[in-house]
């Protein structure tokens, strides 16, 4: 079935380090949503991705959907602790369900 | 909104016992979730709902795991007998189904330990 990879799986960066995950699929993705789930928490929804090429910037982080509407990625500048955790991004494409990465955990040196 | 409630938080049993989680989705959601998340597996989808109903249950490890909805405000699901490595965190969500409503509501999950 449908299936989202991404990379890394996992990141370890200094405060202060830019941050980047991979989203990919074989196939076109009619959208894609990325979640964020703190150590211990749940995953929270952070945003939605519909267009070809669409960017969205929500502080300092920038998301994109590429052209081909095959992949994704979430990129943080100026990491902070605050944004360790681990990132999913998330197929929408099959009506209902969404089917979720691996994920990418970010750990960050204070 | 309270957001979806799961319950209990925290559950540790014997092997051979019978487990029931229990979820209230968000009011006026239509579609609801179970997930299971391990480190060796991640996050996976074992069944979902919509208006009640089970759409699709691939995900359902084994005849051991059964899941239900008699209505739209609470799910549970039952795993019997329960064995070592069913220990996972468990998550429900719901999602409405109008346009713009795709984002899923994750509860707070349950821990499950099976001893």
């Known amino acids: 079935g449908q299936q989202v990879m991404q990379i890394p799986q996992y990141q370890h960066v200094q405060e202060g380090e830019d941050f980047t995950t991979y989203c990919n699929s074989s196939?076109?993705?009619?959208?894609i949503q990325w979640y964020k789930q703190r150590p211990g928490g749940h995953p929270v929804f952070l945003i939605q991705?519909?267009?070809?090429?669409e960017v969205k910037k929500q502080k300092r982080l920038t998301f994109q959907f590429g052209e081909a509407k095959k992949n994704s990625s979430l990129h943080i500048t100026a990491t902070q602790t605050t944004d360790v955790g681990t990132y999913f991004c998330a197929d929408n494409t099959n009506a209902g369900k969404s089917t979720f990465g691996d994920g990418t955990t970010l750990t960050v040196k204070p | 909104d309270a957001g979806v409630i799961q319950s209990p938080r925290h559950e540790v049993t014997e092997m051979g016992q019978e487990v029931t989680l229990r979820c209230k989705p968000i009011?006026?959601?239509?579609?609801l979730f179970w997930y299971r998340q391990t480190m060796m597996r991640g996050l996976e989808l074992l069944i979902y709902?919509?208006?009640?109903?089970?759409?699709?249950d691939s995900g359902m490890p084994e005849d051991r795991f059964s899941a239900k909805m008699p209505n739209a405000s609470f799910s549970t699901l039952k795993i019997q007998p329960s064995e070592p490595r069913d220990s996972a965190v468990y998550f429900c969500?719901?999602?409405?189904?109008?346009?713009?409503?795709?984002?899923?509501?994750f509860g707070p999950g349950t821990r499950l330990t099976v001893l």
């Open positions: 709902f919509n208006n009640n109903v089970p759409i699709d």
């Open positions: 196939t076109t993705l009619s959208n």
């Open positions: 009011s006026g959601h239509d579609y």
């Open positions: 969500a719901s999602r409405g189904s109008l346009a713009g409503q795709d984002t899923q509501y």
């Open positions: 991705l519909v267009k070809s090429g």
